[in-house]
């Protein structure tokens, strides 16, 4: 069974920029959520979706948003982008039904910007 | 808000050492708890969940225990190789995961 794959695995972009990133999640997982990793602020939760819809939201500006896709693949866009957006995206999939289902992450995409 | 703070943020041991790491979190009102797993610029693995009803979980050398109405889990490590240096990271879920720092932890050979 495939994990959960991320593509591209790096990015480099400048500021103003907006950038796409994918994630596949395992067949058979309805949701996905996103997280963004930097050395000084950890590991922070942007969204999740579950059958297309967002269903939780973290603390980010607008200028971060997402969207999944009836065969449960998510996009997620950051547009105008700024020096501190450089960081590891993360994904994660689980079933989606219910409270306590582990996360299975991807290897992430690694955004540089310059 | 809930907050999760991992303590200590690093650990280095000599290889066969048991150790353990904590986690502490702010909003007792969980789901679940779970232990992640994070090697150098990878994705986090899921190693052990324990949810919001049960006391501890296992798997091989590992052992998690979670006490929410003091707010702790902790992960156990028994007899330390190697091959465990990483990152290891706590996530409460209420809802959505809020993740600790993680402890980088180092076992010397």
């Known amino acids: 069974k495939a994990g959960v794959t991320q593509t591209p695995r790096y990015l480099i972009k400048t500021r103003g920029q907006q950038v796409t990133l994918s994630c596949s999640p395992i067949?058979?997982?309805?949701?996905v959520s996103w997280y963004q990793q930097t050395p000084g602020q950890g590991l922070q939760f942007l969204f999740e979706?579950?059958?297309?819809?967002?269903?939780n939201k973290g603390n980010f500006p607008g200028r971060f948003s997402g969207r999944q896709f009836s065969n449960s693949r998510s996009e997620m866009n950051v547009s105008t982008l700024e020096l501190g957006d450089s960081a590891l995206y993360l994904c994660?999939?689980?079933?989606?039904?219910?409270?306590?289902?582990?996360?299975?992450f991807g290897s992430g995409t690694q955004l540089s910007v310059l | 808000k809930q907050e999760v703070t991992q303590i200590p943020a690093a650990l280095s041991v000599p290889e066969g050492e048991n150790l353990v790491l904590n986690c502490s979190f702010t909003?007792?009102?969980?789901?679940?708890l779970q232990w992640f797993r994070q090697d150098p610029g990878k994705g986090l693995t899921s190693l052990l969940l324990?949810?919001?009803?049960?006391r501890e979980q296992t798997s091989g050398r590992l052992n998690a225990s979670l006490d929410k109405s003091s707010g702790r889990s902790t992960l156990y490590i028994a007899a330390s190789q190697p091959g465990d240096s990483a990152t290891y990271l706590c996530?409460?879920?209420?809802?959505?995961?809020?993740f600790g720092d993680g402890t980088t932890l180092t076992v010397k050979p």
């Open positions: 994660a999939s689980s079933l989606g039904g219910q409270q306590n289902e582990k996360l299975f």
């Open positions: 067949s058979g997982h309805r949701s």
């Open positions: 979706y579950f059958s297309e819809t967002q269903r």
């Open positions: 909003d007792s009102a969980i789901y679940n």
């Open positions: 324990i949810q919001s009803s049960q």
């Open positions: 996530a409460a879920d209420a809802g959505k995961s809020t």
